[in-house]
């Protein structure tokens, strides 16, 4: 009897000679990139380096498409967004020691935003490993014990076999749920040396799914059909398992009010009459919540910013569908599903009974009344204004990308993200310079929409070297900087609880002709022609900078109260 999995395909003719006959020339770089495009790549980001370059002199030999940048934690950041964007694995491609360990804050926000990211990198020569201290350049003890509880796996090459199948290992973690960042290192001297190997030709990978116990998302539904004042948190597990419109029938089925997290912006829709939008930093959506009698909380692991910095206090049951098993329950007591939200929204959707509750949207809008009534009454008018410009100019299918500042804080809360996966920041790790250098390696994914980056002046100089990267590659990006002169959030809450600041002031350069120095235009706006002018620059094509000078401000916090 023969079984499917005992199957195994024959070669043909062609393969054959072409295996016996490997081409001249190659070298270990070779295997690297030839596994890459076996496995569906198209598109690497990353910085050449001494121990890397057998790799990267492959890539002249190959058809993938090289984007490189000028810093590599920059080059870790586009290929984040590459990776979100797509859903695919995005190769980034270092050199050892400095430039692998530079990427290590990029990485650590591809963890937290489950973004599929495939570093490979350069090791000393191999006699160099295990800690030897030989006295390499760049050599550490132990390079890979940098990144272990940074990425979800790591893969350390010994000899040019092991090649293939240690980056096919590592591109099926990357994209098995939750998706994350991973770490492939081989040494210089694997990656130069002359292979006999046939050229690599295949390399399918098949990440498992991660269906829920049946068991549980049966109580869930009994839980989820009998509930008075049922209620959902979405996060961006929703988003990455593409699962939006499964939450929305969900919704409309239970009349649950949905809030999305900022992680999950776009999940659900914004004007929708069960949309409570994204106002975690409110306590008038704190308190819905905690008089929830079933909470279904999808893709959240319930976080600082999500749970409206560990104020939120449930009362009624919580059910929780994650697929990163370390947060389940990790913050509440709740039902926990471990599993791909996509899948456990689909079960349940079997499973629940139909609710009605004409009151839900009533309540809805009376929670955003109070919010907006908080808001309106702290005199926010310009950053208001500002946050609209910046929505009325941006195509809606358009990505943005938002680094870690005010106006981004805003956005968070405020922002409607007109659909599902085009609003990304840094808030998962919370780093400086995130929002430029990701824009471009979305715009690298898909050239056909504009991407928009938002920056404050001391993210902005974090990226300033990347103006070369967006020039050199035509990447259609306008960079939206909002100078401020210094370090604006952390001037709010060095005021506020030491009654000054102290470091946050910044000497900075001109931005605009910065910009057009390294070939780029620039435009200095104000609050009033901000919109004209950002739909302008966004409208035509390549590389833009639009400079805004504004003291922006946050709204009040309620978790302090």
Not at 277 to 302: C, I, K, N, Y
Not at 350 to 357: G, H, K, L, M
């Amino acid at each position: 009897m023969t079984h499917d999995h005992d199957l195994v395909l024959r070669p043909t003719a062609a393969q054959t000679e072409a295996a016996l006959n490997p081409p001249p020339g190659r070298n270990g770089g070779d295997l690297v990139v030839e596994t890459l495009a076996g496995l569906g790549a198209t598109t690497v980001f990353g910085l050449p380096g001494q121990h890397a370059l057998g790799v990267f002199d492959a890539l002249r030999r190959s058809d993938l498409r090289y984007i490189g940048l000028r810093v590599e934690n920059n080059a870790g950041f586009a290929a984040d967004a590459y990776g979100r964007v797509t859903g695919e694995a995005a190769p980034l491609l270092l050199s050892t020691g400095p430039g692998a360990l530079t990427s290590l804050a990029a990485l650590q926000e591809a963890r937290a935003a489950s973004a599929p990211v495939l570093a490979i990198s350069s090791q000393v020569p191999t006699a160099g490993l295990g800690g030897g201290r030989h006295g390499y350049l760049h050599e550490l003890p132990d390079q890979a014990a940098s990144f272990r509880g940074v990425v979800k796996s790591v893969h350390t090459v010994r000899t040019q076999s092991q090649i293939p199948s240690a980056i096919a290992e590592a591109w099926t973690s990357a994209l098995t749920v939750p998706h994350g960042p991973v770490w492939v290192e081989i040494p210089q001297d694997v990656l130069l040396a002359e292979t006999p190997i046939p050229v690599v030709t295949g390399g399918d990978t098949f990440p498992e799914e991660l269906p829920p116990r049946p068991e549980l998302t049966a109580v869930a539904a009994d839980l989820l059909s009998r509930a008075e004042r049922p209620a959902i948190i979405a996060g961006g597990g929703v988003v990455r398992a593409d699962a939006s419109k499964k939450l929305r029938q969900l919704a409309e089925r239970l009349q649950a009010p949905v809030v999305t997290t900022f992680g999950g912006k776009g999940a659900f829709p914004w004007t929708h009459p069960l949309s409570l939008q994204s106002w975690l930093e409110d306590r008038h959506t704190t308190d819905f919540l905690e008089d929830a009698d079933v909470l279904l909380v999808v893709g959240s692991g319930l976080g600082e910013l999500s749970s409206n910095y560990h104020t939120f206090k449930p009362r009624g049951r919580v059910v929780q569908i994650e697929a990163d098993l370390g947060k389940l329950e990790s913050n509440h007591p709740a039902l926990g599903i471990h599993a791909d939200a996509r899948l456990a929204l689909q079960a349940l959707l079997e499973t629940v009974d139909e609710r009605t509750d004409p009151a839900a949207p009533e309540r809805v809008r009376a929670v955003l009344d109070k919010v907006h009534e908080r808001i309106t009454s702290q005199e926010l008018t310009l950053e208001q204004d500002v946050l609209a410009a910046v929505r009325n100019a941006l195509p809606a299918g358009a990505p943005s990308f938002w680094d870690m500042t005010i106006l981004a804080y805003w956005a968070w809360s405020a922002f409607d993200a007109k659909a599902p996966n085009t609003m990304h920041s840094a808030q998962g790790a919370g780093g400086l310079g995130y929002g430029f250098p990701a824009a471009l390696g979305a715009a690298a994914a898909d050239p056909t929409h504009p991407v928009l980056a938002v920056s404050g002046d001391g993210g902005a100089l974090y990226s300033i070297a990347e103006l070369a990267t967006a020039r050199q590659y035509d990447l259609n990006v306008t960079w939206l900087i909002v100078d401020d002169g210094g370090y604006g959030i952390l001037r709010e809450y060095m005021t506020d609880a030491f009654g000054q600041p102290t470091a946050t002031e910044l000497t900075r350069p001109d931005y605009v002709a910065l910009a057009e120095s390294f070939g780029v235009p620039g435009v200095r706006t104000s609050p009033e022609a901000l919109e004209a002018d950002l739909a302008k620059a966004l409208a035509a094509p390549g590389p833009s900078v639009i400079v805004l000078p504004a003291v922006l401000r946050m709204f009040a916090p309620t978790h302090l109260d």
